[in-house]
């Protein structure tokens, strides 16, 4: 789970040839973000504090930075805040409404699109430290105060039902469980790694995640140093325009940061870049992909 102390893309994919040369950019035709957060107020696990800013600074500046980049984008804002338990509500964050959120992003796609999923929360693993059961815990569904979870195996595989390619950003504690072994051998048998899929988490499968200040409120350090790198300045105000109220109109509401100067952000940037952008601090490594981590490009039109 995450723990406490007070410290401080639009994105494009290219091909690798073998010879490790990069193709010419592949130009998305449109992003899909689901940004999910959850403080589990509602729940019997610990309350977090970073994870609401953490999700809606994050579907802002994807918004933002989409918008400054001329790339389209449809952002879907999945929260879990305060007390309330709302299953119903097709955007609340319980496992079932994760995957019919996928399904139903998925067929909004086409083959040029890329989806992303972050998500800001609490993580597990099993006892038996295998990589196939790593855990989201996501909000709770019912009478329970338990929480429901997101497996490993159960997102690999609604991701790669969906047709273009998924960036997975997991900010919890022991998210690099849900980083596959990259296959070196030309024949490999039973291997989670999907071509399709790419992982960035905050931390390796036995690590713990980290919150920190930021001006007023709080943010997992793995989410605020990838804020930052994206130009994210928390004291401006962006009107972002994502669903979140509803599947069927996009909804505005005011996100505490903005992104006004592109200057110092590079045209094109990596996948490498945006897991070099945090800072191993805490004994919290920045393990985070398998494969070829140059492919993926955020590329300024």
Same mark, same amino acid.
């Given at each position: 789970?995450?723990? !406490? ?5 639009? +994105?494009?994919?290219?091909?690798? !040839? ?38 809606? %600074? ?40 994760? !995957? ?51 497996? +490993? ?27 596959? %072994? ?6 490999? %048998? ?34 605020? %140093? ?15 325009? +994502? ?12 996100? +505490? ?45």
């Amino acid at each position: 789970m995450r723990k !406490f102390t007070m410290a401080g893309i639009t +994105v494009l994919l290219i091909l690798l !040839f073998s010879g490790c040369e990069l193709s010419r950019p592949f130009y998305t035709t449109k992003i899909h973000g689901l940004f999910i957060g959850l403080d589990y107020q509602n729940s019997d696990v610990n309350d977090l504090h970073g994870t609401i800013p953490d999700a809606t %600074e994050m579907a802002g500046a994807f918004h933002r930075i989409t918008e400054l980049y001329q790339i389209p984008f449809d952002g879907y804002l999945a929260l879990q805040e305060g007390s309330e338990v709302s299953p119903e509500h097709p955007l609340y964050p319980s496992a079932n409404n994760i !995957f019919s959120l996928i399904e139903h992003i998925g067929n909004e796609m086409d083959n040029n699109d890329l989806f992303i999923f972050y998500y800001a929360g609490h993580g597990d693993i099993s006892d038996d430290q295998d990589a196939t059961t790593g855990i989201l815990a996501t909000a709770r569904d019912g009478e329970s105060s338990r929480y429901t979870t997101v497996t +490993v195996t159960a997102l690999r595989e609604a991701l790669a039902a969906l047709p273009g390619n998924k960036v997975v950003i997991l900010d919890s504690c022991h998210s690099g469980a849900y980083v596959a %072994e990259y296959p070196l051998d030309q024949v490999v %048998e039973q291997t989670l790694y999907d071509p399709s899929q790419f992982y960035l988490t905050s931390t390796h499968i036995d690590e713990t995640a980290k919150e920190t200040s930021v001006g007023t409120h709080f943010h997992g350090k793995f989410s605020s %140093e990838l804020l930052t790198y994206l130009e994210w300045d928390h004291e401006g105000t962006t009107q972002a325009s +994502v669903y979140y109220d509803s599947l069927i109109e996009k909804g505005t509401y005011d996100v +505490v940061g903005e992104i006004s100067d592109l200057s110092d952000l590079d045209e094109i940037i990596t996948l490498r870049d945006l897991e070099d952008a945090t800072d191993p601090q805490f004994g919290q490594e920045a393990l985070r992909t398998s494969g070829p981590r140059d492919i993926i490009l955020l590329n300024r039109r």
